[in-house]
């Protein structure tokens, strides 16, 4: 059971353009979203979180909108690097302190 | 702030032995350490939850008996793959949490496991 979707495997955008990254969860428990972004063979690395009591968080070039009803939060990049090029992960964690729950990545391609 | 090692960062070994993969918090303290594999094109799969000064929460279906871990100190988990075999050849990750701050995971680098 895949708790945390990310449906699009895939997403090219053209330099300097707004990336946007999709996610949905089925788990009403879930209460802190966060977003990760990883290159091959290295750890993912943190990029922006967000809590169920937000709908937007914002940090840089980087925004992420929550929709709690329907149970789906967005990855907003603007504008978009070459060297955004990576597999975004988004997960997800219910009751504070627990296990992260990662959704199955998208992976973006930012052209020059 | 927030860095993770790993170290190996790459290991080939032969089957029926044992690695150990080392994990350390540089510059925080960690209570509570994760232990992810991931396969090709795939997500992360948690395997066990590890905290500091007790025993490993394991993950449905992994064995906790081949995947050893120890959390002895707030800044270092290991994880030992006992009698390796070839499938256990995958992609092995940490991560840690901050103590008693917020969910956020920081992850190490990574170790490369292959076994022949």
């Known amino acids: 059971d895949q708790q945390v979707k990310q449906n699009s495997p895939s997403l090219s955008v053209q330099e300097g353009r707004i990336s946007i990254l999709n996610c949905d969860y089925t788990?009403?428990?879930?209460?802190?979203f966060l977003w990760y972004k990883k290159y091959p063979a290295e750890g993912p690395t943190f990029l922006i979180s967000?809590?169920?009591?937000?709908d937007k968080n914002e940090d840089g070039r980087f925004t992420v909108f929550l929709n709690k009803s329907a149970k789906h939060l967005s990855l907003h990049i603007v504008p978009s690097q070459p060297g955004d090029s990576a597999v975004y992960f988004c997960?997800?964690?219910?009751?504070?302190?627990?296990?992260?729950?990662f959704g199955t990545g998208t992976r973006l391609l930012v052209s020059p | 702030g927030a860095v993770v090692s790993q170290h190996p960062s790459r290991v080939i070994c032969k089957s029926g032995t044992s690695v150990k993969i080392e994990c350390r918090s540089l510059d925080f303290q960690a209570t509570t350490m994760f232990w992810y594999r991931q396969f090709p094109k795939k997500s992360l799969m948690l395997m066990a939850t590890s905290n500091e000064g007790s025993k490993a929460t394991y993950e449905q279906g992994v064995e906790k008996d081949k995947f050893l871990i120890n959390h002895a100190s707030l800044t270092l988990s290991t994880l030992t793959v006992t009698s390796a075999h070839p499938e256990d050849s995958s992609f092995y990750i940490c991560s840690a949490r901050v103590a008693g701050a917020a969910e956020t995971q920081y992850f190490g680098p990574g170790t490369r496991l292959l076994v022949l």
């Open positions: 967000i809590s169920s009591i937000k």
């Open positions: 997960a997800a964690s219910a009751g504070g302190f627990q296990k992260l729950v």
């Open positions: 788990n009403s428990m879930f209460d802190y």
